[in-house]
């Protein structure tokens, strides 16, 4: 069951017909039912000491205390589309070409790499759960 603790804020950015950049403030509820666009637009929302991507990994790593199975297949799922949609070498994750039009598609500032490092860096607290995401070629994990 959600609760408002696991409420993130977080602003949701797309392009217009013209390809300019244009957001609003939305919310999600962290569980394993979101859908993995919307945790990567989560995951790459710049904020005060990164609290967005720090409580992502803590929502994650204390849902694998009595979850660990569906905690692991979720988000190695996660990690396997990212790594299908994003150039990881990019500062910005930048989009693939087969990614260009797909969920993952959206404007997002150039440190991305730095916050998604953040919420590999909160995943870690989990040494089991990383050494089983580690198959995955995330340089982060």
Same mark, same amino acid.
């Given at each position: 069951m959600?609760?408002?603790?696991?409420e993130v804020l977080y602003w949701h950015m797309v392009w217009?017909?013209?390809?300019h950049i244009r957001g609003e403030?939305?919310?999600a509820i962290l569980n394993l039912d979101l859908p993995h666009e919307i945790l990567f637009r989560?995951?790459?929302? !710049?904020? !005060?000491?990164?609290?967005i991507q720090s409580r992502a990994a803590s929502y994650?790593?204390?849902?694998?205390?009595?979850?660990?199975?569906?905690?692991?297949?979720?988000?190695?799922?996660?990690?396997v589309r990212l790594v299908q949609t994003c150039d990881l070498s990019s500062p910005e994750l930048a989009i693939l070409p087969?990614?260009?039009?797909?969920?993952?598609?959206?404007?997002?500032?150039s440190p991305?790499?730095?916050?998604?490092?953040?919420f590999c860096k909160g995943l870690r607290?989990?040494?089991?759960?990383?050494?089983q995401l580690r198959s995955i070629p995330i340089r982060w994990l």
């Open positions: 959600a609760t408002t603790t696991d217009d017909s013209r390809t403030n939305r919310s989560l995951l790459v929302t !710049p904020g !005060p000491q990164l609290a994650f790593v204390d849902l694998a205390g009595t979850r660990f199975n569906e905690v692991l297949d979720y988000l190695r799922a996660f990690f087969d990614g260009r039009g797909s969920e993952f598609d959206f404007p997002r500032p991305s790499w730095l916050m998604l490092e953040e607290r989990h040494k089991q759960l990383c050494d």
